[in-house]
Nanobody, 120 residues
Framework: QLTLVESGGGLVQPGGSLRLSCSAS????????ISWFRQAPGKERERVSC????????NYADSVKGRFTISRDNDKNTVYLQMNRLKPEDTAVYYC?????????????WGQGTQVTVSS
């Protein structure tokens, strides 16, 4: 059974850090690029970052550039999103999704999401 499961969300103070994980099963992770998205209440979904199949290619939304880092460990079937210097506006449900290539095509499978809340 194909699954993507996000974890690592929670409540953190402004300026703090969290590391999200996206664990894959039921398919060969190294055959896919993985994106992280987020969606805050009342707002459109935003693509935060994408990492290529090898991990050598990454991209970021301007809103998180310099604060977030995406990485992957294909041996562990896991993609990570390290989030530093968090801001209240980073509060959202964060999702991971798979696609063949960053920047081309579409995401064909999504996880259920993990809540990130940045608040004092």
């Amino acid at each position: 059974q194909l699954t993507l499961v996000e974890s690592g969300g929670g409540l953190v103070q402004p300026g703090g850090s969290l590391r999200l994980s996206c664990s894959a099963s039921g398919f060969t992770l190294e055959d896919y690029a993985i994106s992280w998205f987020r969606q805050a209440p009342g707002k459109e979904r935003e693509r935060v970052s994408c990492i290529s199949r090898s991990g050598l290619g990454t991209n970021y939304a301007d809103s998180v550039k310099g604060r977030f880092t995406i990485s992957r460990d294909n041996d562990k079937n896991t993609v990570y999103l390290q989030m530093n210097r968090l801001k209240p506006e980073d509060t959202a449900v964060y999702y991971c999704a798979r696609r063949r290539f960053c920047g081309i095509g579409s995401d064909d499978y999504w996880g259920q999401g993990t809540q990130v809340t940045v608040s004092s």
